[in-house]
């Protein structure tokens, strides 16, 4: 599997950066059972340098959003898309009930992500941003929503469909940084 992301991720890089047109398959879960994902890059790099994935129609809407986004002064920076089986493992172990179940993120299904400065703490109380409002406001045009509880960082493509919401009955991160 780790050959295979690396040759993914060389494969989806030009001189000039990323192909935003970059496709392939990983592995993908969903309600615990495994199958083949198409994917697509967003115009994004993990902390790692690879490139970012989503499920193709969510990388597509994703990054029409992006750039709806910048017209409006805004920046989408993107913490963690599709994210493999060994890594919702990780960050089970890591992060406890912080984290979904492996096999039961939306992470896995490439169609949640996870946008830095939704956030800020001021004098030890945590807001909400105006890129969150920007986001409530306008991310349902491209399908996406905040569909988790508590984690305004934490949006997940559903389409044209509509939402769930996760409650969450453990404890809430307090910053995409702790991953969901």
Do not use: C
Request: no cysteine; charged share 20%.
């Amino acid at each position: 599997m780790l050959v295979y992301n690396i040759l993914l991720a060389l494969s989806v890089m030009t001189n000039s950066g990323l192909d935003e047109n970059a496709r392939g398959t990983v592995k993908g879960y969903k309600n615990g059972n495994r199958y083949s994902l198409a994917v697509a890059t967003i115009h994004q790099r993990d902390t790692r340098g690879s490139p970012l994935l989503l499920s193709i129609k969510a990388a597509e809407n994703f990054r029409d959003m992006t750039a709806a986004a910048a017209g409006d002064g805004f920046f989408l920076g993107v913490v963690s898309a599709y994210r493999p089986h060994w890594k919702q493992h990780q960050l089970k172990r890591e992060r406890g009930n912080l984290a979904a179940k492996p096999g039961w993120s939306t992470h896995q299904q490439g169609v949640s992500i996870d946008i830095q400065g939704t956030t800020r703490t001021i004098k030890g109380k945590k807001y909400r941003t105006i890129l969150y409002w920007w986001m409530k406001r306008n991310a349902k045009n491209y399908g996406f929503y905040n569909d988790v509880e508590g984690e305004p960082w934490h949006w997940t493509y559903v389409g044209d469909g509509t939402p769930s919401k996760h409650i969450r009955k453990k404890k809430v991160a307090t910053n995409p940084g702790d991953y969901i």
